[in-house]
């Protein structure tokens, strides 16, 4: 094993640059910290450890560099074996010491024990380490207990707006009535066909093709393989119905129901294990209803990673352009690290509330349009009754296309496009 492991990492070594498209997440180099990607398979961790190999070559011998991919089928590593890496490196290059290298392991995750090997080089080999992981519970919790104060974490997700554009090299020049159309050209796909970065320049029937592989993969090797789970076909009714839910409250009791009455036999603990697993390996992410009592239980909106699986595995999701856009911007909330949660009252809902220090500093309202009377009564009823609730003076509302300034009941309600939302710099450091 060590001969092939030698031949894997030689080869990397003569490898050219690699040829990626730079993402916005730039990681740091020389922290003395472990960083740690962690996201949903393909949405581009690996590419983000290329470049920054790209970055560090600039400056150092490559020879320095060594990077491992545990998802290498010709491997079965565990613990014990994890040292051979080390050893057939230290063989290769007996010159170079250890304390100057750069160690990249992808997918480390994959290894029973991995944290404590990483610790253990940590602490005793060298400081610049960079592990990914696809199990978010499975990396925090071990980072949690073996790793704590060493590392600083990044969650990774598809592509963003802008990074969605980069990828087809359209300029954006929000004043540029070209650039404009194209922009809301893109918009549109954007939310119909998700934002894994390696669907982005591929036909329709070749991309759905590539998300349904991704969903395959993610249930047979993360979920089945992982978590030793049997129903196989459960697990597949409820994962469409998790899928079907995005952006609405799930309820696991009605898919229990759903499926005894298809004659499924499952009981409702392993569907609420189900919907943790489905989280922790970043399929789709649920959101708590904002309480200021800690202890209290609320129930959970779902949402998926890319609105891309909905479309490709779901009848007509995209129908509803509305639910594509309260997804995306749920997902470039996250992407700025934002701590967010939904507000319900026994009258109406926001669709979101930002959260700093434990106060609520800002509320947003999701819509397509507001031609109506009747949905621009809704949409601001929810908006002023949760700007009410937590002593703000303003809100914002994103809409498709329709920009302007409102004010309702001492509350001002700011309306942005959806493009502007995603786009503008000045609102994402807002």
């Known amino acids: ?18 040829e990626v498209h730079s993402r916005e997440l730039q990681l740091p180099i020389n922290t003395q ?45 565990n613990q014990e074996s994890l040292d051979l890496i080390l050893q057939a490196y230290m063989e290769l290059y007996p010159e170079i010491e250890m304390k100057d290298t750069y160690l990249f392991f992808d997918e480390i995750q994959n290894v029973d024990g991995w944290e404590k090997f990483v610790r253990r080089v940590y602490d005793g080999v060298s400081k610049n380490i960079f ?3 696809s199990n978010s519970k499975l990396l925090s919790r071990d980072i949690a207990t073996s790793l704590r104060g060493r590392t600083i974490t990044y969650e990774v997700f598809p592509l963003s707006f802008s990074e969605y554009l980069a990828f087809e090299n359209i300029e954006v020049d929000l004043y540029s009535t070209k650039s404009l159309a194209l922009i809301n050209n893109r918009l549109e796909k954007f939310l119909q066909n998700g934002a894994f970065p390696e669907t982005v320049l591929f036909d329709e029937k070749l991309r759905e093709k590539i998300l349904q592989d991704y ?64 989280e922790d390996i970043y399929l789709s992410l649920t959101l708590d209803r904002y309480s200021h009592k800690i202890s209290i239980q609320t129930d959970k909106k779902v949402y998926s990673i890319d609105i891309g699986f909905n479309n490709t595995l779901l009848y007509k999701f995209s129908d509803n352009i509305g639910k594509s856009m309260e997804n995306a911007v749920f997902l470039e909330l996250r992407r700025r690290e934002k701590e ?10 926001c669709d979101f509330v930002v959260v700093e220090k434990g106060t609520v500093v800002q509320a947003i309202q999701v819509t397509y349009e507001m031609d109506s009377e009747k949905t621009r009564d809704r949409e601001f009823k929810g908006l002023v009754n949760a700007c009410k609730e937590y002593n703000l003076d303003r809100g914002l509302i994103i809409a498709y296309e329709e920009e302007g300034i409102f ?21 994402r450091n807002h």
Do not use: W
């Open 1 to 18: 094993m060590k001969k092939k492991i030698k031949q894997i990492i030689r080869d990397f070594h003569l490898q050219k640059p690699f």
């Open 33 to 77: 910290k472990i960083i740690t990607l962690m996201g949903v398979r393909r949405c581009g961790k690996t590419s983000i450890l290329y470049e920054t190999i790209n970055r560090l070559t600039e400056t150092i011998d490559k020879k320095r560099i060594l990077f491992f991919n545990f998802e290498d089928e010709r491997f079965e590593l």
């Open 131 to 133: 592990i990914t992981g």
């Open 215 to 278: 969903f395959n993969v993610m249930i047979y090797k993360d979920l089945i393989e992982r978590f030793s789970i049997k129903n196989i076909e459960a697990l597949k009714f409820f994962l469409k119905r998790i899928l079907a839910s995005s952006t609405k409250l799930v309820s696991v009791n009605k898919i229990y129901n759903d499926l005894k009455s298809s004659g499924f036999k499952i009981g409702k603990n392993s569907l609420y294990e189900y919907l943790g697993y489905v």
């Open 340 to 349: 967010i949660y939904y507000h319900t009252d026994r009258t109406s809902e």
């Open 407 to 427: 004010e309702q009941d001492g509350v001002s309600i700011e309306v942005i496009s959806l493009v502007s939302f995603l786009l503008d710099d000045k609102l």
